[in-house]
């Protein structure tokens, strides 16, 4: 079985606009920045806010194709490349989870270096001149192939001097038009010492919060699909990225909206999905494309491969002054 992807055969992009709302209320929490906190902007609609940043839905993206229970992929994503880290035998990180993708440390910075060591194999051809990019997608494929879509950059200086990148092929971000203010707060109670230490963490603290309304909420998503074709891997593989793509945007949709604590949403609008580029493009049901996948991914099993790494270093803290500032929250 395979989905029809024909009106999408020419189109340089495949674009939706899906408005949303909370499943229950009106409220809900934003993501926050460090020293800015929620992320609202003046635009033509008025005050404007950043529900969801493009970083957090492309890590959404991932984590409704992993199965927690069996620390593997979900099994329409059976065959799919990956590469799996063990720490003393046992289920350490994925590629599959990691932010970085193939770039993470686990995979690259520990004494294990068989994998470095098989990247630098087969990308040392790469080390000089300009970059052949249908040459770096297919290595990409074989170990990875959900990069094509989340996007890396080997920074390694081993690996071509660390010039090997693949732009993210497939974003979303959720915005949010038209929005006030909802103030409230608490009391984080301590019912044994309510006047103790609260610097040490006794006592009763108030705190004040903050969470929004809004006149709408829109998920955008954009699939690049003149940069997939631009690798020049064939329709087979063109095919299967286009269906994984398109099924993680329907697991999201399904069972990946609840953001945090308070904020929880659901599409608007009941029934099919239309795309807003192309015209007239639906966004097929989950089964269908969970069907659909299984069946691409085995067309092209003898493109990709699991491969198994080993961390077994030290996992060591950063000082204050060597770490970074913290992320978005999620």
Same mark, same amino acid.
């Given at each position: 079985?395979?989905?029809?992807?024909?009106?999408?055969?020419?189109?340089?992009?495949?674009?939706?606009?899906?408005?949303?709302?909370?499943?229950?209320?009106?409220?809900?929490?934003?993501?926050?920045?460090?020293?800015?906190?929620?992320?609202?902007?003046?635009?033509?609609?008025?005050?404007?806010?950043?529900?969801?940043?493009?970083?957090?839905? @492309?890590?959404?993206?991932?984590?409704?194709?992993?199965?927690?229970?069996?620390?593997?992929?979900?099994?329409?994503? @059976?065959?799919?490349?990956?590469?799996?880290?063990?720490?003393?035998?046992?289920?350490?990180?994925?590629?599959?989870?990691?932010?970085?993708?193939?770039?993470?440390?686990?995979?690259?910075?520990?004494?294990?270096?068989?994998?470095?060591?098989?990247?630098?194999?087969?990308?040392?051809?790469?080390?000089?001149?300009?970059?052949?990019?249908?040459?770096?997608?297919?290595?990409?494929?074989?170990?990875?192939?959900?990069?094509?879509?989340?996007?890396?950059?080997?920074?390694?200086?081993?690996? @071509?001097?660390?010039?090997?990148?693949?732009?993210?092929?497939?974003?979303?971000?959720?915005?949010?038009?038209?929005?006030?203010? @909802?103030?409230?707060?608490?009391?984080?109670?301590?019912?044994?010492?309510?006047?103790?230490?609260?610097?040490?963490?006794?006592?009763?603290?108030?705190?004040?919060?903050?969470?929004?309304?809004?006149?709408?909420?829109?998920?955008?998503?954009?699939?690049?699909?003149?940069?997939?074709?631009?690798?020049?891997?064939?329709?087979?593989?063109?095919?299967?990225?286009?269906?994984?793509?398109?099924?993680?945007?329907?697991?999201?949709?399904?069972?990946?909206?609840?953001?945090?604590?308070?904020?929880?949403?659901?599409?608007?609008?009941?029934?099919?999905?239309?795309?807003?580029?192309?015209?007239?493009?639906?966004?097929?049901?989950?089964?269908?494309?969970?069907?659909?996948?299984?069946?691409?991914?085995?067309?092209?099993?003898?493109?990709?491969?699991?491969?198994?790494?080993?961390?077994?270093?030290?996992?060591?803290?950063?000082?204050?002054?060597?770490?970074?500032?913290?992320?978005?929250?999620?």
């Amino acid at each position: 079985m395979s989905v029809d992807l024909s009106a999408l055969s020419g189109c340089p992009r495949l674009l939706f606009s899906i408005p949303l709302r909370p499943v229950q209320g009106q409220r809900f929490q934003p993501t926050g920045f460090p020293g800015l906190g929620a992320a609202t902007y003046q635009t033509t609609e008025g005050q404007s806010l950043l529900v969801e940043s493009a970083q957090s839905m @492309a890590n959404r993206l991932e984590m409704v194709c992993w199965d927690e229970a069996t620390q593997a992929p979900v099994s329409e994503l @059976a065959g799919l490349s990956h590469v799996t880290v063990k720490r003393q035998g046992e289920f350490f990180t994925d590629t599959m989870l990691e932010a970085h993708r193939l770039n993470s440390p686990y995979l690259l910075e520990g004494s294990d270096k068989s994998f470095l060591e098989k990247l630098k194999s087969e990308l040392g051809v790469l080390a000089e001149g300009p970059i052949n990019r249908r040459r770096l997608a297919s290595v990409l494929l074989k170990y990875d192939a959900g990069s094509l879509l989340h996007g890396v950059f080997l920074a390694k200086k081993e690996l @071509a001097g660390g010039r090997l990148r693949i732009a993210r092929a497939l974003s979303a971000f959720i915005e949010a038009d038209g929005v006030h203010v @909802a103030a409230s707060g608490g009391v984080k109670n301590d019912h044994v010492n309510p006047s103790g230490d609260t610097k040490k963490g006794f006592g009763n603290v108030p705190f004040a919060r903050d969470e929004f309304t809004a006149e709408c909420i829109t998920l955008f998503v954009n699939l690049d699909l003149a940069l997939l074709r631009g690798y020049g891997l064939g329709k087979d593989i063109e095919e299967m990225l286009i269906t994984l793509a398109l099924y993680k945007l329907a697991a999201l949709l399904s069972r990946g909206l609840r953001m945090r604590t308070a904020c929880d949403m659901e599409p608007k609008l009941e029934g099919p999905l239309l795309a807003s580029r192309p015209k007239g493009f639906v966004l097929p049901a989950l089964n269908e494309l969970a069907v659909a996948l299984s069946v691409a991914i085995g067309r092209c099993k003898d493109s990709m491969t699991h491969s198994t790494v080993t961390f077994d270093d030290q996992v060591k803290q950063a000082t204050d002054s060597e770490g970074d500032e913290a992320g978005e929250e999620e």
